[in-house]
């Protein structure tokens, strides 16, 4: 399931977060890649350890964990470590798979979902489509300042080169609560659902009540805490 989300449009916040990008100082992006990908990967890579790179994290990360669609959509358990990317001169990410498991000790997890945060206008670079590769379907994602999309981790996917300007992304992973990619989207179609009836019905319904319930039952049978 791909989804694509508006995770914030204000001017203000885009125009803090562009001054916030910045003060970041930048480092070769093969230096966090694993030993497949260090040969595709072509690209800057934010440091996130200094002041700037530890602010920036904090102002993105509620905005895409607190996000109603993104906690409908991929059940997040937990979230990895942001990480903030910078692509031009011909940059690139060949077609690659990520790791299953990222992170070390308390902080280690399952990558069910990847996800990719656009800091940048489209109109800004040229080149550049993330591209996904799924079954029977690739597609190009080239999003706008604020715009976000949530893919299977499970894809192959690729950056292709940008010719001109620069891209710049916020990247990461979530470890879901229902680990099944076809029950997390069931789930997502009846909370769309019941998002609409809630529009239509009084919320103590019967039938919104029942759906209330069945909801309910089918996280409490796929959840793992």
């Not at 990410?93 to 997890?109: C, E, I």
Request: charged letters at 25%.
């Amino acid at each position: 399931m791909i989804v694509k989300i508006a995770a914030f449009t204000e001017e203000e916040r885009i125009a803090k977060i562009s001054g916030m990008l910045d003060q970041l100082e930048w480092r070769d992006g093969r230096e966090t890649a694993g030993a497949v990908a260090k040969k595709v990967k072509r690209n800057l890579q934010a440091v996130a350890t200094d002041e700037a790179g530890k602010a920036i994290r904090a102002e993105l990360g509620p905005l895409i964990a607190d996000n109603r669609v993104v906690r409908a959509a991929a059940r997040p358990r937990r979230i990895s470590a942001l990480m903030i990317s910078k692509t031009a001169d011909g940059g690139h990410y060949g077609p690659h798979v990520d790791n299953a498991l990222m992170g070390k000790g308390q902080n280690r997890l399952r990558t069910d979902i990847s996800f990719t945060l656009f800091l940048s206008n489209s109109e800004d670079y040229e080149g550049g489509e993330l591209v996904l590769h799924t079954a029977g379907l690739t597609q190009d994602v080239k999003g706008d300042w604020g715009q976000l999309v949530l893919y299977p981790s499970t894809s192959i996917h690729e950056v292709k080169p940008v010719t001109k300007g620069a891209r710049v992304v916020c990247v990461g992973w979530i470890e879901s609560l229902i680990a099944d990619s076809t029950q997390r989207e069931l789930l997502f179609d009846l909370e769309n659902l019941r998002t609409s009836l809630r529009q239509k019905m009084d919320h103590q319904s019967p039938e919104l009540l029942t759906l209330d319930k069945s909801m309910s039952n089918l996280v409490r049978m796929w959840s793992q805490t």
